[in-house]
């Protein structure tokens, strides 16, 4: 199989320290070029890149991560994304290692095969398979399955556990080479990939070859409207280029000859939208779907004032983390000794927009694969959580506050003592005794 990874133009002007090129693009749903930007974001590094070395770290360079507004289709979106051989240099960060797949994600791969009445033998092919764990919730299931990964590692770690996964990316070229050796799936996953292609229309173009008319696609993507409820307005970061509605993934529909068949919202990663698309044009979407797109009119989520709104929720939240952070007095303000709790793309949004640097000495993650590294930009020591109590630091800043009921449970049986402190939805600090 040849290699589809999109190649840098050579025209793109690339930064000297990573090779990174920025590449503008039109909007990724309907090709428009006229947006107004509605959340503006302190610019930062490639939100997950660990260094070896802090120096490096410190010498990543900072990429501009504005989202906007389509002026035409109201769809947000990164209007200049990071290439994605950059991107996903550093992919084998994303995933650590997965002992099995959680119950929430094996409920909803027997949702889907029950849903679109999958019978023993047909073929399920998921896109950004990663190591197969997925898929292989559907071998259980009694389907044939068929991977496409553009990470190497994880491709391989497939392969080796039965899963057969070609390693690269999707493109409209591979799902005719795929088509042409005879591939038919009957259900097509798309797991959390969607909102990261900068070609949109090759990557539907592809679905649209490769879906038989008895197939059926199904996308889980971030939703914004949900996320952004709760203030998880760190979900932003350059590999997320796309910001998906039920709006948005109708209009993709119809401009490539897909109908939405059923939809609903998942209460995953602070929320999500699971589409089933079906083989076939209708310009009519289903009453349960024409409601959803009903509930995002009246949150008004297209519209510059539901941001304004979100911008000015953001300013006090950062504004009473602040003054939460100088009534904990120096242990926690200014002096550079506060720990963090978590690293991910999401906290280095967080840290680079709320200007939490100037508090923090160092980082906490309960992965080991990240310990010992540093954090891109602010070369911030990534430790072991258990340095808390050898330490006896006392106060913790939760920055991957998403998972702030799981941090909090960890820090009390691991015997620590202190102050956690909460940043969103609205900032709090919790007493551990
Ligand atoms: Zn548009």
Redesign the pocket.
């Known amino acids: 199989m040849t290699t589809n990874a999109p190649q840098p133009s050579a025209a793109i002007p690339r930064s000297a320290a990573t090779g990174a090129a920025i590449r503008p693009r039109p ?1 990724p ?4 070029v006229d947006r107004a930007t509605v959340l503006h974001l302190h610019a930062t590094p490639l939100g997950d890149l660990l260094c070896e070395q802090s120096s490096r770290a410190v010498g990543l360079p900072a990429y501009p991560l504005d989202l906007a507004l ?1 002026t ?4 947000l979106h990164l209007p200049s994304v990071v290439a994605p051989e950059e991107s996903y240099s550093n992919y084998h960060f994303h995933t650590g290692a997965s002992p099995g797949l959680a119950p929430s994600m094996r409920a909803l791969a027997e949702e889907l095969w029950r849903t679109i009445e999958g019978r023993a033998g047909e073929l399920v092919l998921d896109i950004g398979s990663n190591d197969g764990t997925w898929l292989a919730g559907f071998a259980a299931l009694g389907a044939r399955v068929q991977g496409v990964e553009p990470a190497a590692g994880q491709a391989q770690r497939a392969a080796a556990a039965g899963v057969t996964t070609i390693n690269d990316y999707f493109s409209a070229s591979l799902a005719g080479a795929l088509k042409d050796d005879g591939l038919r799936p009957r259900l097509i996953t798309a797991n959390y990939v969607a909102a990261n292609i900068p070609d949109v229309d090759d990557f539907f173009a592809g679905l649209r070859t490769i879906c038989p008319a008895e197939g059926r696609v199904a996308l889980l993507t971030g939703y914004h409207p949900d996320q952004f409820a709760v203030a998880m307005f760190d979900y932003a970061y350059h590999e997320h280029v796309s910001y998906f509605t039920v709006r948005d993934v109708h209009n993709l529909c119809l401009r490539h000859g897909f109908r939405i068949d059923w939809a609903r919202r998942v209460p995953l990663k602070g929320g999500s939208l699971l589409a089933v698309l079906a083989p076939e044009s209708a310009p009519e979407a289903p009453e349960h779907v024409r409601r959803m797109l009903q509930f995002e009119d009246w949150l008004g989520v297209r519209t510059h004032g539901y941001f304004a709104a979100l911008n000015a929720r953001l300013a006090t939240a950062s504004e009473r983390l602040h003054g939460l952070l100088t009534a904990l007095g120096p242990s926690a303000a200014g002096m550079r000794t506060l720990p963090g709790y978590g690293m991910s793309h999401s906290v280095t949004t967080l840290v680079y927009q709320f200007e939490l640097s100037e508090h923090l000495a160092f980082l906490v993650d309960d992965n080991p694969r990240r310990q010992g590294l540093f954090s891109p930009g602010l070369g911030l020591a990534v430790r072991d959580p258990s340095v808390l109590i050898t330490e006896q630091h006392p106060s913790c800043l939760v920055l991957a506050w998403q998972h702030d009921e799981r941090i909090i449970e960890r820090l009390r049986v691991s015997g620590w003592t202190g102050t956690a402190i909460i940043p969103l939805p609205d900032p709090h600090l919790i007493r551990i005794q």
């Open positions: 909007c749903v309907c090709g428009g389509c035409s289709c109201g769809h």
